[in-house]
């Protein structure tokens, strides 16, 4: 793995992590990481870093920073994927007058563009369950959207710019999975990975399926063994032992 994706999955893990602090009302945590986030304006991975700041200020609710975030990333021409496929996690600031202004100049045909795409009658074809399926994966993977415990079938649709039942379509034939499936086996793997961290050793099992994107103990006790074949107190023992 060269040395940038290195960097890049660091930032990644550190985004979330801060996602989840902001959420979790942690506030020396998440100020923690923003100060961490903040480090990474002067390195390639600039616009990955500033999606990650607009995020967290639009969790701990400070509407006008995220506005000032957006407004400069803009300026500087950074390729924020928010702005084309605006998140769930902006609707407080989607009203806001300067936001409006920004979304008309960087994509002014938006409207009649997302227009055209409900009204287009055929489903996916292969090519497009194909194409699709690699950029929800990319998406999943860089910017974990499955950390927001409201996250719904409607939001995914709405990052990829499709309808709903096109999303539905191609988890469906493109992953042989629903939207529980394929959103909570990601929730699944979150914690596989947070549960083992030593920062984590003092947390409950819960707490960490609660930082992982899980808002209920009985989804997540029964996908966890869906998937692991085990539940999660006999798993954690199984891998502690090794």
């Given at each position: 793995m060269t040395q940038l994706a290195n960097i890049k999955k660091d930032l990644t893990k550190l985004g979330g992590e801060?996602?989840?602090?902001?959420?979790?009302?942690?506030?020396?945590?998440?100020?923690?990481?923003?100060?961490?986030?903040?480090?990474?304006?002067?390195?390639?991975?600039?616009?990955?870093?500033?999606?990650?700041?607009?995020?967290?200020n639009a969790l701990l609710g400070e509407n006008e920073k995220v506005v000032d975030l957006i407004t400069h990333a803009y300026n500087n021409r950074l390729p924020l994927i928010l702005l084309l496929n605006p998140s769930p996690i902006l609707k407080p600031v989607k009203n806001h007058k300067r936001f409006k202004d920004i979304m008309l100049k960087a994509i002014p045909d938006n409207v009649n563009y997302k227009q055209k795409k409900q009204y287009k009658q055929a489903l996916l074809d292969s090519n497009e369950i194909e194409k699709y399926s690699k950029e929800l994966e990319q998406l999943m993977m860089d910017y974990k959207p499955y950390l927001n415990p409201d996250l719904s079938l409607k939001d995914l649709a709405s990052y990829l710019e499709l309808p709903a039942n096109y999303v539905s379509q191609l988890l469906n034939q493109g992953?042989?999975?629903?939207?529980?499936?394929?959103?909570?086996?990601?929730?699944?793997?979150?914690?596989?990975?947070?549960?083992?961290?030593?920062?984590?050793?003092?947390?409950?099992?819960?707490?960490?399926?609660?930082?992982?994107?899980?808002?209920?103990?009985?989804?997540?006790?029964t996908f966890f063994k869906k998937i692991e074949g085990a539940t999660p107190n006999t798993y954690l023992k199984s891998v502690q032992k090794k």
């Open positions: 801060t996602m989840c602090y902001a959420k979790l009302n942690q506030t020396e945590k998440c100020n923690d990481g923003l100060k961490e986030l903040e480090s990474y304006l002067t390195t390639a991975l600039v616009d990955k870093a500033f999606i990650f700041l607009i995020l967290v992953f042989d999975k629903n939207f529980s499936e394929y959103v909570n086996t990601f929730r699944v793997n979150e914690f596989k990975e947070r549960v083992l961290l030593e920062e984590n050793k003092g947390l409950t099992i819960m707490a960490v399926a609660y930082d992982s994107g899980f808002n209920s103990k009985t989804v997540f006790n």
